[in-house]
């Protein structure tokens, strides 16, 4: 059964990192585009940051720039991201998507395939 599952999120100090995982059920996704978004309470979904598997191209949101780390581990078949300096404004639930087409990166149109979301909770 092909699927993506989250990991990860928690509850966590503006100030302090989180590092998400998402396993990937196959290999076929590594020729995938493979991106996090983020959905807020009341909120829509919002793109967050991607990478190309196969050359480890990385897309980012401006509002990430900086803080977030998006990476892939070809042997645990697994892409990560790492956020730092995390805010209360970050609190979401954070997605793992992958896009086979590679087209149109930045839209959570063009991913086929979702993960079942991580809670990320910042408390001031």
């Known amino acids: 059964q092909v699927q993506l599952v989250e990991s990860g999120g928690g509850l966590v100090q503006a100030g302090g990192s989180l590092r998400l995982s998402c396993a990937a059920s196959?290999?076929?996704?590594?020729?995938?585009?493979m991106g996090w978004f983020r959905q807020a309470p009341g909120k829509e979904r919002e793109f967050v940051a991607a990478?190309?598997?196969?050359?480890?191209?990385?897309y980012y949101e401006d509002f990430v720039k900086g803080r977030f780390t998006i990476s892939r581990d070809n042997a645990k078949n697994t892409v990560h991201l790492q956020i730092n300096t995390l805010r209360p404004k970050d609190t979401a639930v954070y997605y793992c998507?992958?896009?086979?087409?590679?087209?149109?990166?930045?839209?959570?149109?063009?991913?086929?395939?979702w993960g079942q979301g991580t809670q990320v909770i910042v408390s001031s």
């Open positions: 998507a992958a896009n086979p087409s590679g087209r149109s990166v930045y839209a959570a149109a063009a991913y086929d395939y």
């Open positions: 990478i190309i598997w196969s050359s480890g191209y990385t």
């Open positions: 196959e290999r076929t996704f590594r020729s995938y585009v």
